[in-house]
């Protein structure tokens, strides 16, 4: 079955096999939190995206694959997108990651804090890190150069389908998160770039691109 994206809490995971990389996706919770687990093809190693909610459910997900888990990154310190990460840390002696300034906020401190321009390696896959500042303090995104195809990144709350995250709340800046989001995603990858964001569908930056003055304009 081709991969289109679309899950449902609770619902079948959606698959996508690349050359060297697995990309698993769920929803869990009524808030629609998308968990994704990557696996690497040659090794087996295993890195999950947010570990937020359904614990259950994840390790149902990480069974899926191969079993193990070698990695946890957390996108950002929100509680929708943490509430399994101490469960399943504590399940699988996974090594977490999260982004240096959301990192004292989150259940379970992270064993390493990640900044812009970082890596995260697991099997022989490599991802980017890119700190994307607004939404929360240490939110960060990670990125898939797949060299074999295009790129794959997994934004968090700070890239969405039709705009980017939600800069409502006290200490939020849309400012800040439209600057980040233009300079270091937008600018750096092309239009056929897919996004994974933290709860919904997927999109990809041409078909938000064309769009990105009308989010300037209308501020969120």
């Not at 195809?149 to 800046?173: C, M, R, W, Y």
């Amino acid at each position: 079955m081709s991969y289109t994206g679309d899950v449902t809490p609770g619902g079948p995971t959606e698959v996508r096999e690349l050359s060297r990389l697995t990309i698993r996706k769920i929803s869990v919770s009524a808030m629609h939190n998308n968990v994704y687990l990557l696996t690497c093809s040659a090794t087996g190693a295993q890195l999950l995206i947010d570990a937020a909610h359904d614990p259950a459910l994840i390790q149902t997900l990480i069974a899926e694959g191969t079993g193990r888990l070698d990695a946890i990154v957390t996108t950002h310190q929100h509680w929708d997108h943490t509430r399994a990460l101490a469960e399943i840390a504590a399940a699988t002696g996974a090594r977490t990651y999260a982004g240096a300034d959301d990192a004292d906020a989150l259940p379970v401190p992270p064993d390493v804090r990640l900044s812009d321009g970082d890596t995260v390696t697991f099997g022989e896959i490599t991802l980017d890190v890119i700190h994307l500042r607004g939404h929360t303090p240490g939110s960060v995104a990670l990125s898939y150069p797949d060299p074999d195809g295009h790129a794959h990144i997994f934004t968090g709350d700070s890239l969405f389908p039709g705009g980017v995250g939600n800069t409502k709340n006290e200490g939020q800046s849309f400012e800040s998160l439209y600057a980040d989001v233009t300079s270091r995603i937008f600018d750096r990858y092309d239009d056929d770039t897919w996004i994974y964001p933290g709860h919904g569908a997927d999109t990809t930056l041409g078909v938000e691109r064309p769009h990105l003055a009308e989010w300037r304009e209308r501020g969120w």
